[in-house]
Every structure is written in structure tokens, then in C-alpha cells.
């Protein structure tokens, strides 16, 4: 198995799970903890434990705590590729977790999307199969440039490409057309049912899945407790159920889902293997609190 490269965002996450819904104005009691995390770094840490023995993670983190997050990414088998950014703290994410799991993001993209073209090489792809691209990337300057050069060089490379829309939020502010027209020319797109409801205004699942892969030749939807669906060249080819779990936080379980299809895929499994691949992970994500694969 040759290597996988993640481009992508690396960011402390502040996870508060709450019982009670929120109280405006005073106070509500919670379980905080401070946690590395970050879409692309999870996405790397859930293929390095889903069996991918070369993964490697380029991201731009404030020198605040770059320290913390290069041990973090190397004990879960990462080889970070980490630019030290004097100029900005790194990302920081506070994670508000409900009582049903479901969890709710105050973003400060901070050192993350300032990772630049400059910051890239081709030579990143030496001892490559496959490239990994963090949505966020897509959503500010400079970072977006340097996302377009690396989706660019692989391509030129014959490096296979795969892109996470990352964010509803921050997707519906860019607008679809324009994040269609940058994720341009990648091989796989890993939405959720949110982001690609909004990438092609179709309400169901499956029709936005079959939507996309007429732009994308692999899509894959993730569907939360229901699983995931699979489309290709204008049809859905696989529905694969997830297994039943009881959900702490859902925080970067479609990171492990990616995570894992990616290592599978690589390894040489079939799109449903893959897929059946990602939603174990993605179960076993929600069962704990933060983005990361549970220790060991």
C-alpha cells in the first residue's frame, strides 16, 4: 500500500457536552475538554488506525501549539507535515454537544486556512496513491489557492483526488456553483446529506448522490445512524446500514467515515467494502467524545 497525503486543517477542539439545552444569560453545567482535532488531521488519524501505514497530514497551525499537535498526530501514526505559522494562533473549535449527541461549532479558522501555496510542493506527492482535501480549505484565500495547486499537481501526477465539503455553513456563504467550480477534477466527493442536499438542491440523499456523480466520479453520502450511500456514473451502487450504536458525540464521525473508506480503498477493497469500512468507523467515532480515534 503507497501513501496517503491529507491537506487539510488542524485545530484544538474545546468539546462542551451539555444534558440540558442552553440557558441564556447564566449558566449551564457541562463536560469541556480540550481535544486535537480538525477535519483534515481526523480524517488522517482514522486511515493510520483503519490500517494505512503511510499517512501524512500538510496543515498550518499557530506556534502556540504546534508542539501538542505534531506529538498528537504521531502517536496516532501520522507523520505530520505541520508549517508553524508566527502570526496566527492555531485553528480552535468550541463544540457544543447536546444530550442526543448531536453537536453544534464556533469556528476560528485561525493558522488553518492560511496555509498557502508557498506551503505546497509536487514533491509532497512523492510516494503517493492518493490526495485528501479538507473542504475548509475551500472557503477563504489563501488557502483555497493552495488546495486548487495541490488538486492541480495531482492530477498532473495521476494521483487520485478525494474532497470533503466540510461545512453546510460555511458552503451555503461560498455558494455550491463556486465550491463545484474549485473541487473541480477530483475523483471523489465525500458529502454529507446536508452539504449535498445544498451542492444540488435535491432533497433526498440518493437523488443528490446520483446528482453529483455526474461531476465526481465516486460519491459518497453519509447518512448519520442510517448509514451511508455509494453513487457512481449516475447511479446509486451500494446502501450500506451502520452499526447500532449509543452516540456520546458525533464530532468527526463522517472524518472517520472518509478515513477509513480511504484506507480501504487503498488497501484494495471495493467501493461497498470501503464503504462498509467507513461506517464501522463512523460508528465507532460517535461513541466517544472528540474528532480522533480513542486511544489504544
Not at 479558522?109 to 510542493?121: C, E, H, I, N, Y
Request: net charge negative.
Amino acid at each position: 500500500m503507497r501513501g496517503l497525503l491529507v491537506v487539510g486543517d488542524v485545530v484544538t477542539d474545546v468539546v462542551a457536552r451539555h444534558r440540558h439545552p442552553l440557558t441564556a444569560a447564566t449558566d449551564t453545567a457541562a463536560e469541556i475538554r480540550t481535544l486535537p482535532g480538525g477535519a483534515g488531521a481526523n480524517v488522517a488519524c482514522w486511515a493510520a488506525r483503519s490500517g494505512c501505514r503511510d499517512v501524512r497530514l500538510l496543515g498550518r497551525v499557530g506556534t502556540d501549539a504546534a508542539d501538542w499537535h505534531d506529538r498528537a498526530l504521531a502517536s496516532s501514526g501520522v507523520r505530520p507535515l505541520l508549517v508553524r505559522d508566527a502570526e496566527a494562533a492555531t485553528a480552535t473549535v468550541i463544540a457544543l454537544v447536546d444530550a442526543s449527541a448531536e453537536r453544534t461549532f464556533l469556528t476560528d479558522s485561525g493558522a488553518a486556512l492560511r496555509l498557502a501555496p508557498t506551503d505546497w510542493s509536487p514533491a509532497l506527492l512523492d510516494g503517493v496513491a492518493h490526495l485528501h482535501l479538507s473542504g475548509y480549505l475551500f472557503f477563504a484565500e489563501p488557502s483555497r489557492a493552495a488546495a486548487r495547486r495541490a488538486l492541480r499537481d495531482a492530477r498532473a501526477a495521476g494521483v487520485p483526488v478525494s474532497v470533503d465539503p466540510a461545512s453546510a455553513g460555511f458552503l451555503a456563504e461560498l455558494g455550491a456553483d463556486r465550491f463545484l467550480a474549485e473541487a473541480a477534477g477530483a475523483d471523489m466527493l465525500f458529502p454529507n446529506a446536508d452539504e449535498a442536499r445544498l451542492l444540488t438542491g435535491h432533497a433526498a440523499p440518493g437523488d443528490a448522490a446520483v446528482a453529483l456523480s455526474s461531476a465526481f466520479p465516486l460519491i459518497a453520502v453519509t447518512l448519520g445512524a442510517q448509514g451511508a450511500l455509494v453513487a457512481e456514473a449516475g447511479a446509486v451502487t451500494a446502501r450500506v446500514a451502520a452499526p447500532a450504536v449509543r452516540p456520546v458525540d458525533s464530532t468527526g464521525a463522517g472524518d472517520a467515515f472518509t478515513g477509513a473508506f480511504l484506507a480501504a480503498r487503498l488497501a484494495g477493497a471495493g467501493t461497498p467494502k470501503a464503504a462498509e469500512a467507513g461506517c464501522r468507523a463512523g460508528a465507532e467515532a460517535v461513541t466517544s467524545v472528540g474528532g480522533r480515534p480513542p486511544a489504544a
